[in-house]
């Protein structure tokens, strides 16, 4: 049974930088489109980003310019990095592939 894992979520001041990564075994995560996602406390979950296995890649407004999804093809992950943050980025990320939702690491943006 494929299992999606991430990790890379911490606390950070407003304006720094995070790097969450998406990982699968083996080479599936590079077949499949990947998308991440977020759940602030007290919101329904939303959609952030997407890659697609050709390696399109689409974002919400709200964290387009700052933002970015790409593949680690060597480490068979897709990264999200996450610069200027906000605190209104606070929230459990998670990554999805399929209907496969991996457990979420938290992201805290301190003002």
């Known amino acids: 049974q494929v299992q999606l894992v991430e990790s890379g979520g911490g606390l950070v001041q407003t304006g720094g930088s995070l790097r969450l990564s998406c990982a699968a075994s083996g080479s599936i995560i590079r077949l499949n489109t990947i998308a991440w996602y977020r759940q602030a406390p007290g919101k329904q979950r939303e959609w952030v980003a997407h890659i697609t296995s050709g390696s399109s890649t689409n974002y919400a407004d709200s964290v387009k310019g700052r933002f970015t999804i790409s593949r680690d093809n060597a480490k068979n992950t897709v990264d999200l990095q996450m610069n200027s943050l906000k605190p209104e980025d606070t929230a459990v990320y998670y990554c999805?592939?399929?209907?496969?939702w991996g457990r979420g690491t938290q992201v805290t943006v301190s003002s």
């Open positions: 999805k592939m399929w209907n496969i």
